[in-house]
């Protein structure tokens, strides 16, 4: 969180990560600690979470949600690409044997061209997700999609 009291500078909160490594990917514009998940490429050393989408229905319907559990990698930036700049989290994509397991873009945060601060998104299906970094935790993630609908993940494992 960035406050701003009068005409004095900005202040950051950041929240101290528990448990978990994290880097400042984005060190000019935020001092935000980024969690790392796990550390490597193998359902060993990987972190998993609990996600939970529930679509914006009024009243709310429990019966409408859908919840999976997901290993998630640690975060990168990529240096070449189409997803230069950007920090990306990955999950396994598992197919059954003798098929391999296959990393797949979960999540991605980069500079938000209007405002020049990280944001971080997922594409889930037919949703973006908007995350804004203090929703990116070592233990919760949560984001919302522009018609209300939510994705809440709680992180089942720690390293």
Known sequence: MRITIDDNPSQFFVPIIYGSSGMKYFEEQTPYVFPEYGGGTSWMDTTYFMFVTKPNTDPPS??????????????????????????????????????????????????????????????????????????LSDSRIYGEADDGSTIEGYRLTYD
């Open 62 to 135: 429990p019966w409408l949600w859908e919840s999976f559990i997901l290993p998630v990698v640690a975060g990168e930036i990529r240096t070449g690409g189409p997803d230069e700049g950007k920090l990306i989290y990955e999950s396994f994509i598992t197919s059954a044997p003798p098929g391999p397991d296959v990393l797949g873009v979960l999540i991605e945060c980069e500079l938000e061209q209007e405002s020049n601060e990280p944001g971080c998104k997922w594409v889930l299906g037919p949703k973006e997700y908007t995350i804004p970094i203090g929703h």
